[in-house]
């Protein structure tokens, strides 16, 4: 099942993906104002026969996008969680070792955008850089998870688009002012519940700019594992429902490229992963 946070006619809502239509089931379910409170709810079990009650009520065409979960009480980024953006980082002179634990920071919901919503360039960089990759959206709280019982612990799959204001990310040990300027994080077309999507660790990975692929791989080099992920951050805090693993980027970002890419007004960034879809953007200067 495909589950999606959107607007329609100015209403912030939430719904399953039928075909070309979205039941709305904000409007059906007056008690789970967000997708986040569904998934949080004794509800989200029954999913199937919920939406099988319902015929659509809009087209996709006609919504608004909206960040899959529109206000995660946490975004959990993995730092250099493939081989071969390590890899490349450290070609470019970047000293960077591989670590015992996973390397993660935090990003702020507000940073977020939906599905064919603008990435906006900030006014004070023109270092602007993409990072495709597979999201892992949180289906109940938990603390000290194991490994083995961490795929229990999942709602669903979803794209980020872990987008880098490289030079604010270089201005201290801590990469974290480079990864929250506002307009910066798309999330979405949607969520792939995991009946659906059964193995994630196999999922072909690409980015394109403008049309052209800038990254292609798979979530089977994936450094820490999604189990290894969930274990850890749940060490760290309590993880709620709707809470987002952003899992790592492949190689191929602009910065290490000679001359370095950067993203700029009047481009459009895609990321698809493989039996999730394509997540658009096209790209904005900020005003």
Request: hydrophobic share 40%; aromatic share 8%; charged share 25%.
């Amino acid at each position: 099942m495909k589950l999606l946070s959107f607007s329609i006619g100015g209403r912030e809502t939430w719904g399953a993906v039928v075909g070309d239509g979205v039941v709305d089931l904000g409007k059906a379910l007056p008690n789970y104002p967000t997708l986040m409170d569904f998934i949080a709810s004794p509800d989200f079990a029954k999913r199937d026969a919920i939406v099988a009650a319902h015929k659509p009520d809009v087209k996709l065409a006609d919504i608004v996008y909206l960040p899959v979960i529109t206000r995660p009480e946490k975004i959990i980024c993995a730092v250099r969680n493939y081989l071969d953006h390590h890899n490349e980082a450290v070609a470019f002179g970047m000293k960077r070792e591989l670590t015992e634990f996973p390397p993660i920071f935090l990003r702020v919901w507000r940073s977020q955008v939906g599905h064919d919503q603008p990435v906006i360039r900030p006014k004070v960089s023109t270092h602007l850089d993409w990072e495709g990759e597979l999201a892992v959206i949180i289906g109940k709280s938990g603390r000290h998870i194991p490994e083995s019982e961490a795929m229990d612990y999942v709602a669903g799959y979803s794209i980020y688009n872990d987008v880098s204001v490289r030079d604010y990310q270089r201005h201290a040990q801590q990469i974290a002012a480079g990864k929250n300027f506002n307009g910066t994080g798309p999330f979405g077309p949607w969520m792939v519940t995991p009946d659906e999507l059964t193995d994630p660790t196999k999922l072909k990975l690409e980015t394109r700019l403008n049309g052209e692929i800038v990254q292609k791989s798979d979530t089977s080099f994936l450094i820490f594992s999604i189990q290894r992920l969930i274990n850890y951050s749940s060490e760290i805090f309590d993880l709620m429902p709707g809470d987002v693993i952003a899992t790592g980027t492949p190689a191929g970002v602009g910065f290490t490229r000679k001359p370095p890419i950067f993203m700029k007004a009047g481009d459009v960034v895609e990321v698809e992963i493989e039996n999730i879809g394509v997540l658009r953007n096209p790209v904005v200067d900020e005003k």
